[in-house]
């Protein structure tokens, strides 16, 4: 009995708390940053614990005319396109085969299912009846909207996200058979994912399809599912770009020393990608524009901000990727990666906030509530990636030993 | 804004063939640009920082320092730090079996704190920092040969509270230096009498495990002892 | 229905529309769709029917009832007035203004319904859009969906529901037309069957061709609606939206799902297909064969990427 309880504590010793007491933890956590950190998810918290006891009413600026604010168009649309990157390399790597960006897959998984959690956390906060959620999975099913298609997909790939990332876990907990019987399912898994990302990332653009008048013609285009897809692609890479490049600089202890010239050369390859895709990307929007034939718009203030958009957030980082590739600058090619990361999430809010309900008299601003709890699940969302990249094998992503070592 | 004004569908259908037909134009442009600087970004990449350090097949990863004794140790917060033996000491040892400390033990920094034994033999390896062992690494213990591989990350050996850790650091080596170190201490090993084959190694092969054994045959110990400074 | 249509529209031509269909009975309502006509320019801005839709919906009285001012300033629905009465911004020809009512305009084929994804709105055969609260997840993507922005949604409510006009659909089903419908005592709202109630409407404006605007309003509106608006000035200046399409607006999600059967009966061949083919070159080429496991397979081959 007793020596259950020592190996447990040896175990919590070693697995959580790396390697110390209790006591030298928590002085060990006790850093400004997280500190700020803190604070800032107490106070977010205490706006999630009022939304629930005051109504939606009491801590957002929704309105009957914008039934969807800050919790949709920034935690959901956003979160979901920015967790791209987990489809994206896996497809790359264990589909294609492409080895090289083996080492960024792992992370990318997990920030994808991340994202994921976190945007359905966001999402939990938004609906009036969340303990509902499961409905439509498992009560009711409304096959002819759009919304149905995207929570079966989320649901279902936030599933294979967790189950992609298992042997990541298997192999901190030390359960070496189980974690090569979920390595066989990493083909089927990925294949799997990329199917329903593929729906999904493009079914949140086939949301507003449904609202022609309330969406600005700018934006409003029947292509709005391609768009969201391929900038999804987008996100994906440009986020695992981003974020690679800052894990190797914070958890250098965890990765498995590896020369900066191995990352510098796989963000350039990722680089070129995405330029790739980017190049494509601004011409289907401009396809776009000549499909709604909206070319008078564009002399008014939307229209202004359309092309900062479009020229801007689209067209520079393309160009910046083909150029700094070009020229083996893997630290342009961040820029240019921060740069369409910032694109996307412009675009999705142009979609679902800026440019949504334009015309009506009172235009929607999000409250400083709503903007604190999207910070506060943001930030939830780092300090669990590095909760998890501290303890687990995410970084230093090496094969299970094999039976005979 | 009238809903019902005329729009002209060949107009706006003609625009889209031509975005389409301008796209395809300046595809070909924009491929060739982005697929034409492959080999000389990768050779960019390579010249702003080398793939492999200049001490030829040993890494020196950041944020380890290393004691002249072929062990390092790292930071892992305050008074705590995680220590091991570098790739070199691996190599040349290739240990067979390691015996540590038992947890609670002091070590001191420059004392030997740890033996790898091979062919019967045990060498000593010297501590880098000073302090209590806190945790061994079971899976290195049961697994020397794995250790070997990742020398840095799950090849650690043991944690020690080090309640000196920042004096201790001063007497470490990291960075260029360490870089530099480990490039001498390469030389040194190749200018060794009977060191062929196995240090034939410009061509950038890996060096082969037993590098003690390779080159000194039975008398391995001492040439390991001799560099592992014990 | 006794009177078949041939008489019926006989009937309409010559006595004039506005007198024949008695006040609140469910004319023509026997087969079909029913819907109701609102003949604007009968409307007298009473305010009956927003009292009347109060009671049988069991919400607060209606605001500042009895206070003509109230006209001053346009009003919308709330989630506690499912229907509300608005002066048109000009006044007819006669110099006296025009009052229409508002409420869900229960469209042929609904946006909100084809949005829902627990179906807690549902478009029923015989012409109401009903609401389900306790299918309701609270997603809100039905008032995104619809082009007249109609659902109201409780936002200061813990356990909030979709509030909007349901067409009086238990009392339809006892056989009785709508509260509003009941209660209006200038005849100008109809219930019936919208085929009916059409040509109806357009009788009028054929009969009249003078005093009405050459529109049904929602004959064409989102598809078609329930609740068909004639009037003798612009629709818009009555708190009718003109801006909306003449298609139903499910239709505009209906390409992008039709195509999710395709992307999941093709992208797996297209995937795997590309595994193998990646494999097959890996185990021709110089490289290592690949080993057995998915994740190992190939893992020496990266020559023709960067």
Not at chain 1, 208 to 216: D, I, T, Y
């Given at each position: 009995?007793?020596?259950?309880?020592?190996?447990?504590?040896?175990?919590?010793?070693?697995?959580?708390?790396?390697?110390?007491?209790?006591?030298?933890?928590?002085?060990?956590?006790?850093?400004?940053?997280?500190?700020?950190?803190?604070?800032?998810?107490?106070?977010?918290?205490?706006?999630?614990?009022?939304?629930?006891?005051?109504?939606?009413?009491?801590?957002?600026?929704?309105?009957?005319d914008?039934p969807?604010?800050?919790?949709?168009?920034?935690?959901?649309?956003?979160?979901?396109?920015?967790?791209?990157?987990?489809?994206?390399?896996?497809?790359?790597?264990?589909?294609?085969?492409?080895?090289?960006?083996?080492?960024?897959?792992?992370?990318?998984?997990?920030?994808?299912?991340?994202?994921?959690?976190?945007?359905?956390?966001?999402?939990?906060?938004?609906?009036?009846?969340?303990?509902?959620?499961?409905?439509?999975?498992?009560?009711?099913?409304g096959v002819t909207s759009v919304m149905f298609e995207?929570?079966?997909?989320?649901?279902?790939?936030?599933?294979?996200?967790?189950?992609?990332?298992?042997?990541?876990?298997?192999?901190?907990?030390?359960?070496?058979?189980?974690?090569?019987?979920?390595?066989?399912?990493?083909?089927?898994?990925?294949?799997?994912?990329?199917?329903?990302?593929?729906?999904?990332?493009?079914s949140?653009g086939s949301l507003f399809l449904s609202a022609p008048g309330k969406v600005?013609p700018?934006?409003y285009s029947p292509f709005l599912p391609?768009?969201?897809?391929?900038?999804?692609?987008?996100?994906?890479?440009?986020?695992?770009?981003?974020?690679?490049?800052?894990?190797?600089?914070?958890?250098?202890?965890?990765?498995?020393?590896?020369?900066?010239?191995?990352?510098?050369?796989?963000?350039?390859?990722?680089?070129?990608?995405?330029?790739?895709?980017?190049?494509?990307?601004?011409?289907?929007?401009?396809?776009?524009?000549?499909e709604g034939g909206?070319?008078?718009?564009?002399?008014?203030?939307?229209?202004?901000?359309?092309?900062?958009?479009?020229?801007?957030?689209?067209?520079?980082?393309?160009?910046?990727?083909?150029?700094?590739?070009?020229?083996?600058?893997?630290?342009?090619?961040?820029?240019?990666?921060?740069?369409?990361?910032?694109?996307?999430?412009?675009?999705?809010?142009?979609?679902?906030?800026?440019?949504f309900q334009?015309n009506?008299?009172?235009?929607?601003?999000?409250?400083?509530?709503?903007?604190?709890?999207?910070?506060?699940?943001?930030?939830?969302?780092?300090?669990?990636?590095?909760?998890?990249?501290?303890?687990?094998?995410?970084?230093?992503?090496?094969?299970?030993?094999?039976?005979?070592? | 804004m009238d809903p019902h004004a005329f729009v002209?569908p060949?107009?706006?259908?003609?625009?889209?063939?031509?975005?389409?037909?301008?796209?395809?134009?300046?595809?070909?442009?924009?491929?060739?640009?982005?697929?034409?600087?492959?080999?000389?970004?990768?050779?960019?990449?390579?010249?702003?920082?080398?793939?492999?350090?200049?001490?030829?097949?040993?890494?020196?990863?950041?944020?380890?320092?290393?004691?002249?004794?072929?062990?390092?140790?790292?930071?892992?917060?305050?008074?705590?730090?995680?220590?091991?033996?570098?790739?070199?000491?691996?190599?040349?040892?290739?240990?067979?079996?390691?015996?540590?400390?038992?947890?609670?033990?002091?070590?001191?920094?420059?004392?030997?704190?740890?033996?790898?034994?091979?062919?019967?033999?045990?060498?000593?390896?010297?501590?880098?920092?000073?302090?209590?062992?806190?945790?061994?690494?079971?899976?290195?213990?049961?697994?020397?040969?794995?250790?070997?591989?990742?020398?840095?990350?799950?090849?650690?050996?043991?944690?020690?509270?080090?309640?000196?850790?920042?004096?201790?650091?001063?007497?470490?080596?990291?960075?260029?230096?360490?870089?530099?170190?480990?490039?001498?201490?390469?030389?040194?090993?190749?200018?060794?009498?009977?060191?062929?084959?196995?240090?034939?190694?410009?061509?950038?092969?890996?060096?082969?495990?037993?590098?003690?054994?390779?080159?000194?045959?039975?008398?391995?110990?001492?040439?390991?002892?001799?560099?592992?400074?014990? | 229905?006794?009177?078949?249509?041939?008489?019926?529209?006989?009937?309409?031509?010559?006595?004039?529309?506005?007198?024949?269909?008695?006040?609140?009975?469910?004319?023509g309502a026997?087969g079909g769709a029913r819907a109701v006509l609102v003949d604007t320019?009968?409307?007298?801005?009473?305010?009956?029917?927003?009292?009347?839709?109060?009671?049988?919906?069991?919400?607060?009285?209606?605001?500042?009832?009895?206070?003509?001012?109230?006209?001053?300033?346009?009003?919308t629905t709330?989630?506690?007035?499912f229907t509300?009465?608005?002066?048109?911004?000009?006044?007819?020809?006669?110099?006296?203004?025009?009052?229409a009512k508002t409420q869900c305009l229960h469209c042929v084929d609904p946006g909100c319904a084809s949005a829902c994804p627990v179906r807690a709105l549902e478009k029923t055969a015989s012409g109401p859009v009903v609401y389900h609260?306790?299918?309701?997840?609270?997603?809100r993507y039905c008032m995104v969906s619809c082009p007249f922005g109609l659902p109201r949604?409780?936002?200061?409510?813990?356990?909030?529901?979709v509030?909007k006009c349901s067409f009086c659909a238990?009392?339809q089903?006892?056989?009785?037309?709508p509260?509003?419908?009941?209660?209006?005592?200038?005849?100008?709202l109809v219930f019936g069957n919208r085929e009916e109630l059409l040509e109806v409407a357009r009788?009028r404006i054929?009969?009249?061709?003078?005093?009405y605007v050459h529109h049904v309003y929602g004959e064409q509106e989102a598809g078609g609606t329930s609740w068909l608006y004639l009037a003798?000035?612009p629709f818009e200046?009555l708190g009718l939206r003109t801006d909306v399409e003449t298609t139903p607006y499910p239709a505009r999600t209906a390409g992008a799902l039709a195509a999710v059967?395709?992307?999941?009966?093709?992208?797996?061949?297209?995937?795997?297909?590309?595994?193998?083919?990646?494999?097959?070159?890996?185990?021709?080429?110089?490289?290592?064969?690949?080993?057995?496991?998915?994740?190992?397979?190939?893992?020496?081959?990266?020559?023709?990427?960067?």
């Amino acid at each position: 009995m007793t020596d259950t309880l020592t190996r447990a504590r040896a175990w919590i010793r070693e697995k959580v708390l790396l390697g110390r007491s209790w006591r030298e933890y928590a002085r060990a956590i006790d850093t400004n940053g997280n500190r700020l950190a803190a604070l800032v998810v107490a106070a977010g918290l205490t706006v999630i614990a009022y939304r629930f006891s005051g109504g939606l009413a009491a801590v957002t600026n929704l309105s009957q005319d914008t039934p969807w604010g800050l919790w949709i168009g920034f935690d959901m649309l956003c979160g979901v396109a920015l967790a791209a990157g987990g489809y994206t390399l896996a497809s790359a790597v264990y589909i294609l085969g492409l080895e090289r960006y083996r080492p960024v897959v792992r992370p990318a998984i997990l920030t994808g299912f991340l994202g994921y959690l976190f945007a359905v956390i966001g999402l939990l906060c938004d609906l009036g009846q969340p303990w509902r959620i499961p409905y439509p999975i498992f009560y009711k099913y409304g096959v002819t909207s759009v919304m149905f298609e995207v929570g079966w997909c989320v649901f279902l790939y936030l599933t294979v996200l967790g189950l992609e990332f298992t042997p990541t876990v298997f192999e901190w907990l030390g359960w070496a058979r189980i974690g090569r019987r979920a390595k066989d399912m990493t083909l089927g898994l990925t294949a799997f994912g990329v199917v329903l990302s593929t729906l999904h990332q493009s079914s949140l653009g086939s949301l507003f399809l449904s609202a022609p008048g309330k969406v600005h013609p700018l934006w409003y285009s029947p292509f709005l599912p391609v768009f969201f897809f391929v900038s999804s692609v987008v996100a994906g890479l440009s986020m695992v770009i981003v974020e690679s490049a800052l894990s190797h600089r914070a958890f250098q202890h965890r990765a498995r020393p590896r020369p900066a010239a191995e990352l510098d050369e796989l963000t350039i390859g990722l680089g070129r990608a995405a330029a790739l895709l980017l190049f494509a990307f601004f011409f289907l929007r401009l396809q776009g524009l000549a499909e709604g034939g909206r070319w008078a718009e564009l002399a008014t203030g939307y229209g202004a901000w359309y092309l900062v958009e479009l020229l801007g957030l689209v067209l520079a980082p393309c160009l910046l990727f083909a150029r700094a590739a070009r020229a083996g600058d893997a630290g342009a090619v961040r820029v240019a990666a921060a740069l369409a990361v910032l694109g996307v999430v412009v675009q999705r809010l142009n979609v679902s906030i800026v440019g949504f309900q334009w015309n009506v008299a009172h235009r929607y601003v999000p409250s400083a509530a709503e903007v604190l709890v999207s910070v506060t699940l943001v930030t939830l969302g780092v300090l669990t990636f590095r909760w998890i990249v501290n303890r687990m094998p995410v970084l230093d992503g090496r094969p299970l030993p094999a039976a005979g070592h | 804004m009238d809903p019902h004004a005329f729009v002209s569908p060949v107009e706006a259908k003609a625009i889209e063939y031509l975005i389409a037909v301008a796209y395809l134009v300046l595809f070909v442009p924009f491929w060739r640009y982005l697929d034409g600087g492959t080999a000389r970004a990768r050779a960019a990449v390579r010249a702003r920082v080398p793939a492999r350090p200049p001490a030829g097949w040993f890494v020196v990863p950041d944020g380890i320092s290393f004691h002249p004794g072929h062990t390092w140790a790292r930071v892992d917060g305050e008074g705590l730090a995680t220590v091991g033996a570098d790739e070199f000491a691996f190599k040349l040892v290739a240990p067979e079996r390691m015996v540590l400390p038992p947890t609670g033990d002091e070590v001191r920094q420059g004392e030997p704190a740890w033996l790898f034994g091979a062919d019967g033999h045990d060498v000593a390896l010297l501590a880098p920092v000073s302090g209590t062992v806190t945790e061994l690494n079971t899976e290195a213990l049961r697994a020397p040969e794995a250790a070997a591989r990742d020398p840095y990350g799950r090849g650690w050996l043991m944690k020690v509270r080090a309640p000196r850790l920042a004096a201790d650091r001063k007497q470490l080596l990291d960075g260029p230096v360490a870089r530099r170190w480990i490039e001498a201490v390469t030389e040194a090993l190749r200018a060794r009498a009977g060191a062929p084959a196995a240090l034939a190694l410009e061509d950038g092969g890996a060096p082969v495990d037993g590098l003690a054994r390779a080159v000194d045959g039975p008398e391995w110990p001492a040439v390991a002892r001799e560099f592992l400074l014990s | 229905m006794d009177l078949d249509r041939r008489t019926f529209l006989k009937v309409a031509a010559v006595t004039g529309a506005t007198a024949l269909v008695p006040r609140g009975a469910a004319a023509g309502a026997a087969g079909g769709a029913r819907a109701v006509l609102v003949d604007t320019t009968l409307c007298v801005g009473c305010r009956g029917c927003e009292a009347a839709c109060s009671e049988a919906n069991r919400l607060p009285e209606p605001d500042h009832a009895g206070d003509p001012g109230v006209f001053d300033a346009a009003r919308t629905t709330t989630p506690t007035a499912f229907t509300v009465v608005n002066r048109s911004t000009a006044p007819g020809p006669d110099g006296e203004p025009r009052f229409a009512k508002t409420q869900c305009l229960h469209c042929v084929d609904p946006g909100c319904a084809s949005a829902c994804p627990v179906r807690a709105l549902e478009k029923t055969a015989s012409g109401p859009v009903v609401y389900h609260p306790e299918r309701c997840i609270g997603c809100r993507y039905c008032m995104v969906s619809c082009p007249f922005g109609l659902p109201r949604y409780e936002y200061d409510k813990v356990v909030p529901y979709v509030r909007k006009c349901s067409f009086c659909a238990e009392r339809q089903e006892a056989g009785l037309p709508p509260a509003c419908v009941e209660a209006c005592p200038s005849g100008a709202l109809v219930f019936g069957n919208r085929e009916e109630l059409l040509e109806v409407a357009r009788t009028r404006i054929y009969t009249h061709p003078d005093r009405y605007v050459h529109h049904v309003y929602g004959e064409q509106e989102a598809g078609g609606t329930s609740w068909l608006y004639l009037a003798d000035v612009p629709f818009e200046g009555l708190g009718l939206r003109t801006d909306v399409e003449t298609t139903p607006y499910p239709a505009r999600t209906a390409g992008a799902l039709a195509a999710v059967p395709f992307v999941m009966t093709l992208w797996p061949p297209v995937l795997m297909g590309l595994y193998a083919i990646r494999r097959r070159g890996a185990a021709e080429g110089p490289a290592t064969p690949p080993e057995g496991t998915a994740a190992d397979a190939g893992s020496t081959r990266e020559d023709d990427h960067d």
